[in-house]
């Protein structure tokens, strides 16, 4: 089954605090893809990162960073120096094969706060 | 590029009505979707087409739910009749293949309200 755990409901920091966002995958497919989509207040998902299995690089663009595991199957974002303009819900996503055919399976988000 | 642009933003409708979404892709991106997202988790595929075949349609409740996308280009979704449990976002999104490693362009999605 493919499965994606965020376990972090809800942060709160303050402005310019790190903050990682905890993601946990469960899959049997030795090929999949994961990957971390922002959704702020527009409802629109935004596409941030993705990273296939065989690559466990971590990855950082400006703030953002993200930690890819897969010996814990997890994939952790975290964002340095947090601002106010990252307020928004996160998800985490995992593409895989389900009953044959790619699915994009997401997490149930985790709703990021950062106060002035 | 122009995002994928979806209408209404907004509808309100009472239970046993019928509603219907549209959604206009990406130019040139070959595979839709339709997500439903219900209020504090995350969205879940109900449908999906390469060009204007339907590759995977097994969690959309297709007594009341139906999804067309004719030409291959923009897709229409609705439900009849509305469920108090339908109340969601319903997010379009398209990407250029239905690959693995096909990046998802989602739109800003239609929230209904069942009444």
């Known amino acids: 089954a493919q499965k994606v755990t965020q376990a972090q409901t809800e942060i709160s920091v303050v402005e310019k605090e790190d903050v990682t966002l905890d993601c946990v995958y469960e899959?049997?497919?030795?090929?999949?893809?994961l990957f971390w989509y922002k959704q702020p207040p527009s409802g629109e998902l935004v596409f941030l990162i993705r990273?296939?299995?065989?690559?466990?690089q971590n990855e950082i663009s400006g703030r953002y960073s993200w930690n890819f595991q897969k010996s814990t199957s997890s994939f952790n974002f975290t964002i340095t120096a947090s601002q106010v303009v990252d307020s928004a819900v996160y998800f985490c996503?995992?593409?895989?094969?389900?009953?044959?055919?790619?699915?994009?399976?997401f997490g149930q988000g985790t709703r990021l706060t950062i106060n002035p | 590029e122009a995002g994928v642009a979806q209408s209404p933003r907004y509808k309100i409708i009472e239970k046993r009505q019928s509603v219907a979404f549209w959604c206009n892709p990406i130019?040139?991106?070959?595979?839709l979707y339709w997500y439903q997202q219900i209020l504090g988790q995350g969205p879940k595929l109900l449908i999906q087409?390469?060009?204007?075949?339907?590759?995977?349609d097994s969690q959309l409740p297709k007594d009341r739910f139906s999804a067309e996308r004719l030409k291959g280009v923009d897709s229409t979704l609705k439900i009849q009749p509305a469920k108090l449990e339908d109340s969601a976002v319903y997010l379009c999104?398209?990407?250029?293949?239905?690959?693995?490693?096909?990046?998802?362009?989602f739109g800003e999605g239609s929230r209904l309200t069942v009444l």
């Open positions: 999104a398209s990407s250029r293949r239905g690959s693995a490693t096909g990046e998802l362009f």
């Open positions: 899959t049997r497919d030795t090929t999949y893809y």
């Open positions: 990273r296939n299995s065989f690559d466990e």
């Open positions: 996503a995992l593409r895989g094969i389900i009953q044959g055919a790619q699915k994009l399976v």
């Open positions: 130019s040139g991106h070959a595979t």
């Open positions: 087409f390469q060009n204007n075949g339907v590759v995977d």
